[in-house]
């Protein structure tokens, strides 16, 4: 067995997925990641036994061990990223007038009413940068996202329209995919600018220090007394 091998038996089939069709239950959904996290958990057990038995000349711990943590890297990436729905198959597309890259899981309640790409999704979180805490509102939202989304429903009276959702934090654009475009370039030109200031923070912060925390402690009783005395108090 090898990474090439593993790779091709991981790739889509082109048929439906017979645990994502619209006729599955969300409990059922839940079981299957449920069962995911527990082949998993047995995965590099399995692994080694199954090598040790079919290729005792080529075993050795650490080669197992790679190939337990490339299944289990391989099997957590096809959780984590939805199947479009050329990967679910015909008949969904047909029911549910999908295109290809749609990643919308029509089937349950909580599916948006159009068809949309995953995400474009920044790293960090919206929370990690805000120090209003406004961002808590959205807990766990990047900081930015961004998504094609399609409107087609009964598109011969109503037309079919391409939009651009643009997130920040708890906030969401919607716009034209021209619109986007000028965010974009927009974004470009202040990606320029950012590095600019960063570059000058980092040299500016070279001379910064923590101070004294003693010296603080004496200036916050300083100040308590002073609030005290202006407040007609006794200290």
Known sequence: MNATRLNEA??????????LTEDQPREHREDVATGLDQLTAALPSAVDEAMRAALPDRYTPELAATIAETMTTLLQQGQQYPLTAAQRGPEWMAHWGCPGWCVEDHGTPQALECHSTKPAETSILAADLDCSGYSANGEGLPWMTAQTVVVNDQAQAYGRRTSVWIGYGVHLAEVSPAEARRALDSLRGFVT?????????????????????????LDREANERRADRGAGGER
């Open 10 to 19: 991981t790739q889509p089939t082109g048929h439906p997925h017979p645990l």
């Open 193 to 217: 600018k950012l590095a600019a200031v960063v570059d000058f923070a980092e040299q500016t912060a070279a001379d910064d220090f923590a101070g004294d925390p003693d010296v603080a402690r």
